[in-house]
Each structure stands twice: as structure tokens, then as C-alpha cells.
């Protein structure tokens, strides 16, 4: 019996552990321009991110050339290089000078593009309960009583998707598309894991489909 309780236990840990830390980003689809035909492997790569909200857009570029530099790349942050003061307009000659002065081949740059949300009615009585807590009437009583008292709630489910571009910069050229990719992303409300869970996605997809 005990062998029994403590298996149904372990799986229930398991699955507990799926749902929390299981990935929750998704790609949804990617494309590989086909006309593309480098000279050379790209190796220094700008990380850009778009973000009315600085910390973050600061976060995700960290995140996405650490990312890029554990692949061997030769990474850099667009924070590092670029001033992109809040409200300022947008300066392409800067942007042109910083990246041929930073000996740039490539760009990675991400930007958001759509926010879903659905709210779902949860009743306080929906409940299953594991089969060990029918052993006694206390385990059984104590388990079931603050679940099936409780209030019902909403539950809101979010669902993110951000779009990923690789650009070629090198040469004469203004940026020739390599490759771009979406990916979705549910109910991550931890913005550092959204952001490594995402980055790692989508810098894996993009070596795997040899687009850097």
C-alpha cells in the first residue's frame, strides 16, 4: 500500500513539475530566405530588441547575445553600443555609423506583435482528488474542504508572440533578410524566464536551420 501511495505521489510531483517549469514557448513558424547566399560565416552579431520599456528591451538584448555568444558567435548588445533615449526620433544614419563601426555582420532584432488573452470561469467545486487522500476521513475531509469552499475565479491564460529577424549587414547592402521565426508564448508572468526561455528557442532554431 505504501508503494502504491508513494508512486501515485511521485506522479503527481512529476506532472506538477511539468506544468510549472515545462517550456511554454513555442515556435509557430519560420522561413529561410532561399535567395540568401553568403560569402562567409556571419560572426559578430548585433542583439536588437524593440521596447517602449527600456529595462526591458535593455534585458532581452543581454539575454539574447549571452544566448548568441554560447553558440561561438561574437555578440553584441544593442544597449551597449546604441543611445536610444525615450521620445527621441529614430536616426538610421546613427544606426548605419554604430553598426559599421562596430564591425557588424549581422543582426538578430525581435519585436512584439501580438498579446492574446482569454479569461476563463473556473468554479471553486472543480476538483479531483489524488487517491491518497481517501485512506482516512481526516486526510479526506481536510483535503476536500478548503477546495470545494472556495470561492469561484477567473482564470486569465496570455498568450505572447514575438517575431525574430536575422539580417546580413555586411557589404554595401541596407540588410538583407536571412531568416525571421515567430514564437508563441503562454502564461509566463516571471518576464526573465519568458525572456531566456525565448531567446534559447529561437537562437537554437536559427543554427539548426543554418540561418547564422
Known amino acids: ?51 517602449n520599456r527600456v529595462e526591458i528591451r535593455a534585458d532581452f538584448e543581454d539575454a539574447l547575445a549571452a544566448e548568441l555568444a554560447s553558440k561561438g558567435f561574437e555578440a553584441v548588445a544593442g544597449n551597449t553600443i546604441l543611445l536610444r533615449p525615450q521620445g527621441t526620433k529614430l ?6 555609423e554604430q553598426i559599421q563601426a562596430n564591425q557588424i555582420e549581422a543582426v538578430v532584432v525581435s519585436r512584439l506583435i501580438q498579446v492574446d488573452t482569454t479569461v476563463t470561469h473556473v468554479p471553486g467545486a472543480e476538483y479531483v482528488v489524488p487517491f491518497p487522500y481517501y485512506n482516512t476521513f481526516y486526510d479526506y475531509y481536510g483535503t476536500l474542504y478548503p477546495v470545494v469552499c472556495s470561492p469561484d475565479y477567473l482564470e486569465k491564460e496570455k498568450k505572447v508572440r514575438v517575431e525574430t529577424n536575422v539580417y546580413s549587414v555586411n557589404g554595401e547592402t541596407d540588410g538583407q533578410l536571412i531568416w525571421t521565426g515567430m514564437t508563441d508564448t503562454l502564461n509566463r508572468s516571471d518576464v526573465h524566464k519568458t525572456i531566456h526561455g525565448l531567446v534559447n528557442l529561437v537562437v537554437t532554431r536559427m543554427q539548426k536551420e543554418e540561418a547564422l
Open 1 to 51: 500500500m505504501k508503494r502504491r501511495v508513494f508512486a501515485i505521489n511521485l506522479v503527481i510531483v512529476f506532472a506538477a513539475a511539468t506544468l510549472l517549469f515545462g517550456s511554454s514557448t513555442k515556435l509557430a513558424m519560420s522561413w529561410k530566405n532561399p535567395s540568401y547566399s553568403p560569402t562567409k560565416k556571419l560572426h559578430r552579431v548585433l542583439a536588437l530588441g524593440f521596447s
Open 91 to 96: 536616426d538610421l544614419n546613427y544606426l548605419k
